[in-house]
């Protein structure tokens, strides 16, 4: 196959040869998920990746494939943006599993400090959350850093009752604790009223309320976050999101939606741009210890706390054995035409 120059927005005829869709088992339930599948390109400018959530629509789906495009055939210039570090510590991410399994999942996480614990969960009590915070403390100690991430589970009343108990834990952050932005603004504000008497309010992260909004910055003009986590898939690609987070002016996490290691390594890029100003500690680009394999032999795992800024390869023998079944590689490739075509219409251009 012949490459083609980077920089303008690929055929949808070549991307489809250079698809290939896998599907890994995670050793845990995340989010719900307990399989992960993901388009793998074998791209002119290297390996990219599309993996949106088998939910969202094709709207929502198309800015993912967006990310894959510009990190696999080049942005708009045919460059990525250049990097300013070659290393990006990780934190450990703790699904919402029983408190006796938190030791296991944060020993594939060596030497990081910091540790993004799941809550709010599903069927699980405050109880649960509290248990599986407490088991994370005792692991890490005192000097280790603790986030917690509801996912938007927690109403404003539920998130000042869980936060007020599971403030002895001297959390880092609480991510997303409430669905929308009023709700984030208001619990914020509560927090901060508690914090003056406490001596320091638990500060609150958005991810929902960046990467599924139609104006992504609208949450840091409501003053409804602390710091922003941001994400290159949903988000639309490292460029679109380097200047998201010049425009919003809030610190930031960069974080990976669950992606093998060829879209953690897109990640990695975003975090290895960002003005050393902008980063907010360890990065949640570490999820790659969460599957039980990989599409390369290298992949992207955390060593003494950190990730090395790097493109792994995929490997031909392990993109079979990872091979979706025929009937979801088709519900792949028809989604890709699909969000080729959304794309394509938004912004017409020479080879699109």
């Known amino acids: 196959m012949e490459d083609r120059g980077r920089g303008t927005r690929p055929e949808l005829g070549e991307m489809l040869d250079r698809a290939r869709v896998v599907a890994i088992p995670l050793r845990a339930r995340f989010r719900g998920v307990t399989e992960r599948e993901a388009v793998i390109f074998d791209a002119p400018g290297g390996a990219s990746e599309f993996s949106p959530f088998t939910e969202y629509g094709d709207?929502?789906?198309?800015?993912?494939?967006?990310?894959?495009?510009?990190?696999?055939w080049g942005g708009a210039d045919?460059?990525?943006?250049?990097?300013?570090?070659?290393?990006?510590?990780?934190?450990?991410?703790?699904?919402?599993?029983?408190?006796?399994?938190?030791?296991?999942?944060l020993a594939r996480f060596p030497g990081c400090r910091t540790a993004k614990v799941k809550v709010a969960e599903r069927g699980q009590s405050l109880?649960?959350?509290?248990?599986?915070?407490?088991?994370?403390?005792?692991?890490?100690g005192d000097e280790g850093r603790i986030r917690v991430d509801a996912n938007g589970g927690w109403s404003v009343a539920e998130?000042?009752?869980?936060?007020?108990?599971?403030?002895g834990f001297d959390l880092d952050y609480a991510e997303q604790p409430c669905a929308s932005i009023?709700?984030?603004?208001?619990?914020?504000?509560?927090?901060?009223?508690a914090g003056r008497q406490r001596g320091r309010p638990i500060r609150i992260a958005a991810d929902e309320s960046v990467r599924k909004a139609e104006d992504p910055v609208a949450v840091a003009r409501a003053g409804a976050a602390d710091l922003l986590v941001v994400k290159a898939q949903p988000l639309g690609g490292i460029a679109?999101?380097?200047?998201?987070?010049?425009?919003?002016?809030?610190?930031?996490?960069?974080s990976s939606a669950l992606e093998t290691s060829v879209g953690i390594a897109m990640g990695l890029h975003l975090a290895a741009a960002l003005p050393d100003d902008a980063l907010d500690?360890?990065?949640?680009?570490?999820?790659?210890?969460?599957l039980t394999g990989d599409v390369t032999p290298e992949p992207l795992l955390p060593r003494h706390g950190a990730l090395e800024v790097r493109r792994p390869r995929p490997d031909p023998e392990l993109l079979d054995r990872r091979a979706a079944s025929p009937e979801r590689e088709r519900w792949w490739l028809d989604r890709i035409a699909r969000c080729h075509a959304i794309l394509s219409q938004a912004d017409p251009q020479p080879g699109g």
């Open 59 to 72: 709207a929502e789906a198309a800015h993912w494939l967006a990310a894959a495009i510009e990190f696999g």
């Open 78 to 105: 045919g460059e990525l943006p250049p990097i300013r570090r070659d290393r990006i510590p990780v934190n450990a991410t703790v699904p919402a599993v029983p408190a006796e399994d938190v030791a296991g999942i």
């Open 127 to 140: 109880a649960d959350d509290l248990a599986r915070v407490r088991a994370v403390r005792a692991t890490l």
């Open 159 to 167: 998130a000042e009752t869980a936060l007020a108990a599971l403030s």
């Open 182 to 193: 009023p709700e984030l603004a208001e619990l914020r504000s509560r927090l901060r009223a």
């Open 240 to 254: 679109r999101t380097l200047g998201l987070v010049a425009e919003a002016g809030l610190p930031v996490v960069v």
């Open 281 to 290: 500690g360890a990065c949640g680009l570490g999820t790659a210890a969460l």
